[in-house]
């Protein structure tokens, strides 16, 4: 795709590689964050691919192990399902309706293996949707077997304000506003790193057919 720039510390450099042009890469504490990487067609292509998914497994809202309810939505793709319920966060083979998980679509495969293509391919697609009023609290991503294993993560739609810590939930955090075509990379130290959505800029973006955000995070789950 020729040449596209990369910024590093602070720093924009030039580098040759399969970006498209105009995209950029951010430190953030570790985490690596590629802007722009999809295009306006292929986030519209990838949600047309989502709108079918979820007639196969819908969005629901899960409750946390206190029995307070989530703010966001959720649903998955993949061989397995992340889910909360009165019982844990655990990992699951169907959606709570019984169903199995559709497959992670081929579009967001391809991704995951240009960003981290030495990593195993991932067992779970989790797809939240985070109406203008949802966030997600500081956590870490440690229900997975393997932490060698990169986290990757795919913003549609209106802009999501992501903060990023250390390892210890007291760890100084940065924070940046993750745009509809962005990608997010947790690996390395970064991998268990206390992350979290603490708003949304509703109206940011007309992609989606009303306000809100969809996430999609790839994980090796074994």
Same mark, same amino acid.
């Given at each position: 795709?020729?040449?596209?720039? *990369? ?8 580098? +040759? ?14 985490? !690596?964050?590629?802007?722009?990487? =999809?295009?306006?067609?292929? #986030?519209?292509? =990838?949600?047309? @691919?989502?709108? /079918? =998914? %979820?007639?196969? $497994? ?29 019982? /844990? ?25 240009? =960003?981290?293509?030495? $990593? ?14 949802? !966030?997600? /609290?500081?956590? #870490? ?6 932490? &060698? ?23 100084? &955090? ?15 130290? $970064?991998? %268990?790193?206390? *992350? /979290? ?5 509703? +109206?940011?973006? &007309? ?5 809100? !955000?969809?996430?999609?995070?790839? !994980? @090796?789950? &074994?």
């Amino acid at each position: 795709m020729g040449r596209c720039k *990369h910024e590093a510390g602070g720093e924009m450099t030039e580098s +040759s590689g399969m970006f498209p042009m105009g995209t950029s890469t951010l430190d953030l504490n570790g985490v !690596r964050v590629v802007s722009s990487l =999809l295009d306006r067609g292929a #986030q519209e292509a =990838l949600v047309a @691919v989502l709108r /079918g =998914l %979820l007639k196969v $497994a819908p969005l629901h809202q899960p409750v946390m192990p206190n029995g307070k309810p989530m703010s966001v939505r959720m649903t998955a793709a993949g061989r397995f399902g992340w889910i909360s319920d009165k019982g /844990g966060y655990r990992y699951a083979d169907r959606h709570p309706s019984g169903v199995a998980w559709p497959p992670i679509p081929a579009p967001v495969m391809e991704l995951w293996r240009l =960003l981290v293509p030495v $990593a195993r391919d991932p067992e779970c697609c989790l797809i939240n949707y985070y109406a203008p009023e949802a !966030r997600m /609290g500081l956590h #870490q991503d440690r229900d997975e077997a393997d932490f &060698t294993q990169p986290v990757l993560s795919i913003s549609l739609g209106d802009d999501g304000l992501f903060r990023v810590g250390g390892p210890n939930r007291t760890d100084p &955090t940065r924070s940046v506003w993750l745009k509809s075509g962005d990608v997010a990379v947790l690996e390395g130290a $970064a991998r %268990l790193a206390f *992350h /979290g959505i603490d708003r949304i800029k509703p +109206s940011t973006s &007309t992609l989606l057919d009303r306000p809100g !955000r969809i996430n999609l995070t790839l !994980r @090796v789950v &074994t």
